[in-house]
């Protein structure tokens, strides 16, 4: 079964930036290749949103609300997922999660970012 397992949350200011990382285990390297992967964020009384893709052809994909701003990378090797985030606002203040992009796989605990003004 895998699992995955959400970090780097912290609080921190508007304009400040975070990495987040996203290390899933019980997959081996060369099924963990083929999932297009992805970040998502919850706030409390809100449905989770999808905030970064990456494609296993490593081509990624943002809402306007971070493009610009967020990066996701993927280390095969390392089976983990990183969330660049730069230039974060109030507004990003979320609960993170990461899984596949068709979210088949049991969520993690995430990792609580809190942005102040």
């Known amino acids: 079964q895998v699992q995955l397992v959400e970090s780097g949350g912290a609080l921190v200011q508007s304009g400040e930036s975070l990495t987040l990382s996203c290390t899933t285990t019980?997959?081996?390297?060369?099924?963990?290749?083929?999932?297009?992967m992805a970040w998502y964020r919850q706030v409390p009384g809100n449905d989770r949103e999808l905030v970064a893709s990456?494609?296993?052809?490593?081509?990624?994909n943002y809402p306007e609300s971070v493009k610009g701003r967020f990066t996701l990378s993927r280390d095969n090797a390392k089976r983990t997922l990183y969330l660049q985030m730069n230039s974060l606002k109030p507004e990003d203040t979320a609960v993170y999660y990461c899984?596949?992009?068709?979210?088949?796989?049991?969520w993690g605990q995430g990792t609580q970012v809190a942005v102040s003004s």
């Open positions: 990456i494609t296993r052809d490593n081509v990624t």
């Open positions: 019980g997959i081996i390297v060369s099924f963990f290749t083929r999932y297009n």
């Open positions: 899984n596949n992009l068709h979210s088949t796989w049991t």
